[in-house]
């Protein structure tokens, strides 16, 4: 049936993320400059799975990305993300036709808005326009969405399929507009880019918020 074709995923009270609809799931890595910018994602090819599967929610599985139970031996995956909308926090930042949106609390240190000498917010209000064109892809590749892109008014987007990229050492970086929903059944709000925890230790669960740094985690 349709329903069960769509990729939805499922925040299980204390425990994994259950997966449906067989969204891909592919291994991912910032790629860095000399100066350890953050560039560019590179993605490998899907890791098999099945109709349905678990992927680890504490951080302390043997199987990553999946599940293998370790989050019986006591976990706390309390979702406790602020549940508005997106549209009641962030902040913008305009220049020339552009208008650059940012949902700080969103933020899983990805840090691809970030260079050496400049930054994606000043690009947008100060920069040329070799600099605003380039904010389009800074925003393109912020996993958690916390950045934003508008031009004239209409949002600039990347066209993603439905997928989730597990970022080495980081979160999974679901794409493609993929429902989210909580433990308690609401829905999380629906976004094309979302960075949802897996080191298990986000003080904005189920959203990364860049704790995984913090602690030096590995997976
Ligand atoms: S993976 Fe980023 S805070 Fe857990």
Redesign the pocket.
Known sequence: MAEEREARITVTEDGPYRVSGRPPVVPGRIQRSEYGESMDWETGEPIPTGKQFLLCRC?RSKTKPFCDDSHLEGFDGTETADRRPTAERRHAFEGGSLTLTDDRPLC??AAFCERVDNNAWNMVRHGTDEERAEVEGIVARCPSGRLELWREGERVEPDYEPSVVVQRN??YWVRGRIPVESADGTAWEVRNRV????????R?KPF??????EIG?RG
């Not at 990364?208 to 740094?213: F, L, S, Y």
């Open positions: 951080g899983a240190h980081g979160p960075a949802l925890c897996r080191c298990g230790q986000s904005n990364c918020d860049g704790t995984h740094r985690f």
